[in-house]
């Protein structure tokens, strides 16, 4: 079964850290993107940061300089390691996956609709 597992979400002080995990289960994440999206409290889902299977990379805005994404691909696994946390990084943090570029990816979340996992929920206290 096609299925992605996010993880590592926390309740955290402004400026703090964590580390979010996506792993996915019946398939391979070889030779696809891979993204990070993020739904914050009455704001639509938002493309946060994406990897393609080369390893290069897209950020939005609001998180560069702050997160970094990366890949492990005997895990099947990519993290999404976030500093320097700020309240409006509040959200629930989703992952996908296409055959996409990571700028294409990370600014369609749309496309992604239908597809969410659980969601890995991260609070960001002031």
């Known amino acids: 079964q096609f299925q992605f597992v996010e993880s590592g979400g926390d309740l955290v002080q402004f400026g703090g850290s964590l580390r979010l995990s996506c792993r996915a289960s019946?398939?391979?994440?070889?030779?696809?993107?891979i993204g990070w999206f993020r739904r914050a409290p009455g704001k639509e889902y938002e493309g946060v940061s994406c990897?393609?299977?080369?390893?290069?990379?897209f950020y939005a805005d609001s998180v560069k300089g702050r997160f970094t994404i990366s890949r492990d691909t005997a895990q099947n696994t990519v993290y999404l390691q976030m500093n320097n946390l700020k309240p409006e990084d509040t959200a629930v943090y989703y992952c996908?996956?296409?055959?996409?570029?990571?700028?294409?990816?990370?600014?369609?979340?749309?496309?992604?609709?239908?597809?969410w996992g659980q969601g890995t929920r991260v609070t960001v206290s002031s």
């Open positions: 996908a996956t296409d055959l996409t570029t990571p700028q294409t990816m990370c600014s369609k979340p749309e496309r992604y609709l239908g597809v």
């Open positions: 019946g398939f391979s994440l070889d030779y696809r993107a």
């Open positions: 990897i393609s299977s080369d390893g290069s990379t």
